[in-house]
Each structure stands twice: as C-alpha cells, then as structure tokens.
C-alpha cells in the first residue's frame, strides 16, 4: 500500500534552473493538492485539482506550474527557481468531499 | 476565508506529565478540524477529527481533542506524555468549496518530551 509517493526526497538547485517535483497517489483519490511548509508559517497551500485535467491557485501559486493529466499523478514545476523557493513541499490526496488528507513523505528542495 | 492560529509555537514537558496544544481557528462557515502530527522528516499523520457529532474527538497514541464551538477553540490533550511524542502538530481547518474541500494550516507547535 503506497499511498502517496513523492520524487525525489531531496533536491538542490541552482537559481533560475527548473525542475518537477513528482507526486502520485494510488488511492484512486480526486483530490490532489501541494502544499509548501517553511519555518513558523505552517503549510500553505500551492496549487490544487478536483480531477484529471482540472487545476486551481491555491495562497502561493507565483513561481510554480501543475498539470493533471490523470488521476494518479499531480507533477509541480518550478519554471525558474528562485532562494525564496527553498522549502519542504509535500503533496497529498483525498477523496472529493471527505476532507482527511494523505500526505507524501515530502521534498526538501533547496535553491542557491 | 478561514484562518488558524496556534497559540503556542513550542512546548516543552517532562515525560508523564499532561499536555495541552491550543488552537483557535475563524471561519463564517462551518467547518471541519483537524490534528495532524509531524515526525522529525516524515509528512504529516492524521491524528484526529472534528467533522460533526460529540465535542469530545479521541485520536491515535492517546490523543483527544474537544472542540469549542463559541470559543472557536480545538485544543489538544494528553494525560501523560512520552518521549515518542516529540513531534511537531499542526491544527487544521478544512471548509467545503465548489472546488472541494480545502485544508487551512496553523503555524505548528513544537512539543518536545524531556525524561
């Protein structure tokens, strides 16, 4: 039982380099949803979708890009990385209308 | 929009002793509420649930949790702690949307068990 799965654990990136941070899921879950979680500011919430080939802007979406193209995967883009963009991004999934949420086990990316 | 304040960014306690996490939340709507505990490196873990019913929600590892509704409160208990509680947790507050249903996170309090 895998649950979510994200790639890769950790990351350095130089600035202005991109990359995609991968998330899939195979809970047949709906909802799919990362997040970015920096010291004393809790996670907040990057950018959402309710089902394949649907996207929305969560708090923090400037600097970053998704696309869900079926159900079990929800890949984030950096399209141009930035020192601001250092954190812990985690991706989580759930069923539409029930609201627990399963999280990955997180990326630890950072930008120099 | 919905907001969460944790009202304590860190805790510490002796092992066996009782343990209070506070955490208010805002919201015009009603909403539901969560506890989630993150492990040193790991993601978050569901703890416990507020989504209707008894004020009174019990959790995993012995956790439970009252929910207020005029204080606007969802504090977090334990009676006796132990050093495998040391963790960070996070209070959350989920509304439903047309777009579903989106979490709203506190800042985290740190708890830090000492033998």
């Known amino acids: 039982n895998a649950g979510v799965t994200q790639t890769p654990k950790f990351q350095v990136l130089k600035t202005g380099q991109s990359m995609t941070l991968q998330c899939a899921q195979d809970?047949?879950?709906?909802?799919m949803s990362w997040y970015r979680q920096d010291p004393g500011m809790g996670l907040r919430l990057i950018h959402y979708?309710?089902?394949?080939?649907?996207?929305d802007q969560g708090e923090v979406p400037n600097g970053y890009n998704v696309s869900r193209s079926t159900t079990e995967d929800f890949p984030l883009r950096l399209l141009s990385a930035a020192p601001s963009q250092t954190s812990v991004y985690f991706c989580?999934?759930?069923?539409?209308?029930?609201?627990?949420?399963?999280f990955g086990q997180g990326t630890r990316l950072t930008v120099v | 929009a919905q907001s969460v304040t944790q009202l304590d960014s860190q805790v510490p306690v002796f092992e066996e002793a009782p343990v209070e996490l506070r955490c208010n939340y805002s919201?015009?709507?009603?909403?539901?509420l969560f506890w989630y505990v993150q492990y040193p490196n790991q993601g978050l873990q569901l703890l416990l649930k507020?989504?209707?019913?008894?004020?009174l929600v019990k959790g995993i590892n012995g956790f439970e949790a009252e929910f207020n509704k005029s204080q606007t409160s969802f504090h977090l208990r334990k009676p006796s702690v132990h050093i495998s509680d040391t963790a960070e947790y996070f209070c959350?507050?989920?509304?439903?949307?047309?777009?579903?249903?989106?979490?709203?996170f506190g800042e985290g309090t740190q708890l830090t068990v000492n033998p």
């Open positions: 979708s309710v089902g394949a080939g649907i996207t």
């Open positions: 989580a999934s759930s069923y539409l209308g029930r609201t627990e949420a399963f």
């Open positions: 919201s015009s709507v009603s909403v539901y």
């Open positions: 507020y989504l209707s019913g008894s004020t």
């Open positions: 959350a507050v989920s509304v439903w949307e047309t777009s579903g249903s989106r979490l709203t």
């Open positions: 809970m047949n879950h709906e909802y």
